[in-house]
């Protein structure tokens, strides 16, 4: 990878982390498999898909930005329940 490319890389995965942060959170307050957990959980992707296109990366990220928005909805979810105790 070229050290142009460093930089907008690690925007794009801050951003699918931290998109997923409050995402997660919520998505611990739905029932399971209903359409607002469904909606939860795919509403980042194509802000992130668009930041992809925007940066210029082709799709040897999708897996490192599927990883950080996956991350980002566990970190969110072990948050929320961590202040329900």
């Known amino acids: 990878m070229q050290t142009d490319h460093i ?3 690690v925007a794009l995965l801050l951003f ?3 998109a997923n ?3 997660g959170f919520l998505r611990e307050t ?3 498999y209903s359409l607002h957990w469904f909606i939860l959980i ?3 992707i194509p802000f992130i898909v668009a930041l992809r296109f ?6 040897q990220v999708i897996p490192l930005t599927l990883f950080c928005a ?3 909805q566990v970190t969110g979810g072990r948050i929320r329940r961590k202040n329900l105790e």
Do not use: D, Q, Y
Request: net charge positive.
């Open 70 to 72: 996956a991350a980002g």
């Open 42 to 44: 795919h509403l980042s």
């Open 30 to 32: 739905s029932r399971k």
């Open 16 to 18: 699918s982390f931290g």
């Open 7 to 9: 930089l907008p890389l």
């Open 21 to 23: 942060l409050p995402l």
């Open 54 to 59: 925007m940066f210029g990366f082709h799709w």
